[in-house]
């Protein structure tokens, strides 16, 4: 494993293995004295486990990884605890409750973003800048408002953006054009702070080949205490408070709907609602509450970094979506200013779609699933226990498929044929084009089904949050682009390293940005 130690790149590491044996299907021994782990570089198989075969679930892998999130519902197998707290958190995706509240008030993040950024760009003078962090603080803003809409009071982009704007220009070090400036950070919050530092401790714990051991060890540490005490007293402070809300016929944020089905299920059941039950409490709502919140905003900041590299990158592609969002948002356009959260969320933009959906194709993670019985794939046995890793950034992905003889799929497999698209050309190329489809000579639509894609995973076990996943990457994606140009980066601050633990994330993420404001 001293290749992954120095890479920091398991995603990598498995993709290599399968190129490296010219098999769809291989095993690799890498805990001592534990099973061997199975790798599945099959687009048709790993949808069809995902979506159809009721012989795989959820992997232990994953659960004994983010078992400091507690009892998280990410973490669960497919069974009655993972349906209870679902039941709980059953409205929190629904298009009311997140256009209503979540939609208008994650515009207004990306909105102080776009500020903060105007600022910086200013002060750097056409230098380039740090911008992983920023958008991690966005991303988690609009968390915390999903989570507790405006009762939190904190903010993380807030402070930023006051700190930046009142920078004397004088502060900031000469340097080379190509010299990246370093901006000062504001402090935040204690409680976002734990949230940042939660997942740095995931993030230990998922990387350790003892994770069981190193969760034990990290236990003991104040910097565990400290963290998880603080989020711990938080979010039990807003539980509280959201059951007199709901006592008083509020109900508005994340926490407030999880209350409200809470009420509804003990109705239903014929008993009192737990809120005062302190194990439920801790186990079930603070766990997801918390879990959603720290799954939620690395994930996505992880995802915007990809998203602005690529643009980066590609500045005729850039160039298109900025078009695409003049022509679709021409009130906005006529009149000089940012389109709202209503106008984008109404308008149909399908170049804006395919370049979010290319930017994840192509910093995909591996999904695991875990066989609960002695099965088969590809002809192949595979005992109860085993691990299946799906990889996504190999054969079928990035590089034509395997070929692979029909019979030895599984009959559901044969029988569904998903879609793939041309393998001749390049498919390591950032190319949204990809998921476009000609609708007759001047109209396209995008189709997130065009070819093979695993970031959310698929099914019933798919990602919980993708809808607010997706408002977030759509605002900060088209506000960014609406109000800058992205210009090229030194090659020496542009690497496509990246690091893999709860997200595949970039380690380097640099803007230099223009501004288009006239």
Partial sequence: MREISASKEFN????????????????????????????????????????RRKDFDRSTFISNRMAAAGSFHATFKTNDAWKATRQWMQDLMTPSFLNKLVGPAAHSKMVELVDLWENKALLADGRPFEAAA???????????????????????????????????????????????????????DEFLVAAHQATEIIEKVTNSMAPKFSLWWLRYTSWYKTTWGTADRVV??????????????????????????????????????????????????????????????????????????????????????????????????KDNRFPSFAELNRATIPYLEAVIEEALRLHSTTVTREAMCDTEILGHRIPKGTTVFLVSNGPGFYSPSFSIDDAKRSPTSRAAKPRSWDETKDMKVFDPERWLVQKGLDEVEFDGAAGPQLIFGLGTRGCFGRRLAYIGMRLMTALVVWNFDLLETPESLSSHAAEDGISHRARQCFVRLKSLKE
């Fill in 236 to 333: 039990r402070q807003h539980i509280h408070t959201a059951v007199h809300r709901l006592r008083e016929g509020k109900v508005q944020t994340a926490i407030d709907h999880m209350m409200m089905r809470e009420e509804k299920l003990a109705e239903k059941m014929g008993r009192l609602p737990d809120f005062e039950n302190q194990v439920l409490v801790d186990e079930h709502f603070d766990n997801q509450i918390f879990g959603e919140l720290i799954a939620g905003h690395h994930t996505t900041g992880a995802a915007l970094s990809w998203i602005l590299k690529f643009l980066t990158e590609n500045p005729l592609i850039q160039s298109k979506l900025r078009s695409a969002l003049h022509s679709a948002c021409t009130a906005a356009d």
């Fill in 134 to 188: 920023d958008l991690n603080h966005a991303a988690l803003d609009v968390m915390l408002v999903f989570s507790f809409g405006k009762y939190l009071g904190h903010s993380a982009i807030g402070p930023q953006r006051e700190l930046i704007a009142q920078l004397d220009p004088s502060k900031v070090e000469v340097g080379h054009r190509n010299e990246p400036v370093s901006f000062p950070e504001a402090p935040v």
């Fill in 12 to 51: 990598l590491w498995c993709a290599k293995q399968v190129e490296k044996l010219k098999s769809p299907l291989c095993q690799v021994f890498v805990e001592p004295f534990g099973k061997p782990w199975v790798l599945l570089a099959d687009w048709g198989e790993s949808q069809d486990i995902m979506l």
